[in-house]
Structure formats: C-alpha cells, structure tokens
C-alpha cells in the first residue's frame, strides 16, 4: 500500500494514510474517523475532527525500505 499525507486546515494538522488510492485514503480519513491514520502531526484529533476537516493538499509519499 501506498502512504498518502493530508495537510489539513492550512497545514495545521498533518495526517497519514495507508491506503491503495487517494479515493481510499480521503474515504478512511472521512468514513473511519481516522482509525487507519497511521500518525498525526501537531495532535490526535477527535472523530468530529476528521469529519470537519477539509483536505486543501494530499500527495504520495514515498516509504522508506529497511533492508
């Protein structure tokens, strides 16, 4: 799976998915309530957080392989 980073609300809040799509990943964000991010930046939000929150930029990150 891919990882995907959600800066949300003008970069306050950072987010990362895993997940196979940008359309997957918005949909665990919103639908999950966050309960597949694998960590956040700044806070751990609330359910109502990640309801409330509007994505303004989400792109690819590339994983680091451990060899």
Do not use: Q
């Amino acid at each position: 799976m891919k990882e995907y980073e959600f800066v949300v609300d003008a970069g306050v809040m950072t987010y990362f998915v895993k997940a196979e799509s940008e359309d997957e990943a918005r949909k665990i964000l919103a639908d999950d309530g966050g309960l597949d991010i694998i960590h956040t930046d700044w806070h751990s939000p609330t359910r109502k957080d990640f309801l409330e929150a509007e994505l303004n930029y989400i792109h690819h990150v590339e994983e680091e392989k451990n060899d």
